[in-house]
């Protein structure tokens, strides 16, 4: 079977490490049928865009793949946490991902996160650096967990926020980390983890 780029698109845009893809990296997807006539056993015909059930099947993949890179991140090495980053208001599709991957990468924002810290100046520095075409002077940034937000930056400056509720947000098991930038109608989402004590002690005691 394929496997559609969007469906590669879930496991390229998560990260545990500051990498982006490691060699041993693989997605395949199996469609078993042949063969099996021969042992007596119908299957169906196989499918095409066309057959019963097809755009049914599209999204429930879909949706097994997102939640799949969901778990891998969230089950990193010393994870504590899950990070979600959502770039919205881009100019292109890949300035979203540039910045969102920016982001989820930057050890200082994970370290931040762990520890509980509403630093939105290590958000905005890794948003800098992405490479990415946008206006500084027009990025949002707001804390996200369940129904609890928190914006701690506007107009890419600082603004006054309710840091007991940051904390709150911080310390939940899944983090939203939303970027506005204000400038476009392209969005895109990274995964990742928290960078806590574990993950340099795990990686510290093993022997390859």
């Known amino acids: 079977m394929y496997i559609d780029t969007k469906y590669k698109f879930f496991y390229n ?26 042992k007596g056993i119908n299957l169906p015909k196989r499918s095409t865009k066309n057959s019963a059930g097809y755009d049914e099947f599209k999204k429930a993949l879909y949706k097994v793949n997102e939640e799949l890179a969901k778990l891998i991140a969230k089950d990193g090495e010393g ?3 899950l990070i979600q980053v959502t770039t919205n208001g881009a100019k292109t599709l890949k300035d979203a991902k540039k910045v969102s991957k920016s982001v989820i990468t930057s050890s200082l ?3 931040a996160v762990f520890g509980g810290d509403p630093n939105w100046g290590r958000i905005l520095c890794a948003v800098g650096y992405s ?23 506007k107009n890419g ?19 939203e980390i939303i970027i506005e930038l204000n400038d476009g109608e392209f969005e895109a989402t ?8 574990d993950y340099v002690k795990i990686n510290a005691e093993y022997h390859t």
């Not at 995964?191 to 004590?197: F, N």
């Open 13 to 38: 845009e998560i990260t545990i490490r500051n990498i982006k893809e490691a060699t041993m990296d693989r997605l395949r997807g199996f469609e078993i049928a042949k063969g099996w006539e021969d």
């Open 79 to 81: 994870a504590t946490k």
């Open 109 to 111: 924002f994970k370290a």
């Open 131 to 153: 490479e990415a075409d946008l206006m500084i002077d027009k990025v949002n940034i707001f804390l996200k967990a369940g129904n609890d937000m928190v914006q701690v930056a």
């Open 157 to 175: 400056m600082a603004q006054d926020f309710d840091i007991p509720k940051a904390e709150k947000i911080l310390k939940a098991e899944t983090v």
């Open 190 to 197: 990274a995964w990742g983890c928290d960078l806590s004590y």
